[in-house]
């Protein structure tokens, strides 16, 4: 079990792709994409939180909302978690990637030391942005990027102290965003 570091769950995306809102799908043995998430995230770490928009979801536990309702960007939501949490790391991941693994959520924690952010890369290259270790000392940057405009995650990695570690398993970074990788999900 995993004490030192929390994680959060991204759920305040728009699922434009999908057409309705992925976090309330139906999965596997849940009630709801969300709801087994969080069930799985909960046997890896001690404390397990959501990144939400607003309260489009009917969930009650550990709940971060967004501090800016006018903008949907993952970088407001790392604004709001670390306004939020305490711990000086978060480990993030969005509701939509249901299949990492929890030895390569333990590698990401395990090659975030001396690192800002720590993320994974697949096939040597496609780099998984919201899928790691984001420390707290980042908020000032983040606060700064919002009120300049700029959203774009990629940017803050480039930006930073970042460790980008090999993922072999491409698999485990299904994204659901469409109907057609829902349906894959289900299949997996």
Same mark, same amino acid.
């Given at each position: ?9 991204? %759920?305040?995306? !728009? ?21 087994? $998430?969080?069930?799985?995230?909960? $046997? ?19 709940? *971060? ?5 006018? *903008? ?14 305490? =711990? ?21 924690? /395990?090659?975030? $030391? =001396? ?10 290259? !496609? ?18 990027? *919002? !009120? ?10 480039? /930006? ?6 090999? %993922?072999? =398993? ?6 659901? =965003? ?5 349906? !894959?999900?289900?299949?997996?």
């Amino acid at each position: 079990m995993i004490e030192h570091i929390p994680c959060v769950i991204l %759920c305040g995306g !728009k699922s434009s792709r999908m057409g309705e809102d992925k976090a309330l799908l139906p999965f596997k043995n849940s009630n709801t994409l969300l709801e087994y $998430q969080y069930n799985r995230l909960k $046997q890896i770490f001690s404390n397990v939180y959501i990144s939400l928009k607003n309260d489009k979801v009917v969930f009650t536990k550990n709940i *971060i909302y967004d501090n800016k309702q006018d *903008i949907s960007s993952p970088m407001v939501a790392l604004d709001s978690i670390f306004s939020s949490i305490e =711990n000086e790391k978060v480990f993030i991941i969005t509701v939509d990637t249901p299949f990492v693994s929890q030895k390569t959520i333990e590698d990401i924690i /395990n090659n975030s $030391q =001396n690192h800002e952010i720590t993320i994974t890369k697949t096939n040597g290259y !496609k780099t998984h942005n919201l899928c790691g270790v984001f420390e707290k000392s980042l908020q000032k940057q983040i606060t700064k990027y *919002i !009120k300049q405009g700029i959203h774009k995650i990629g940017l803050l990695i480039q /930006n930073n102290k970042t460790n980008v570690i090999n %993922c072999k =398993n491409e698999n485990e970074f299904l994204n659901i =965003n469409t109907k057609e990788d829902y349906q !894959k999900a289900l299949q997996s």
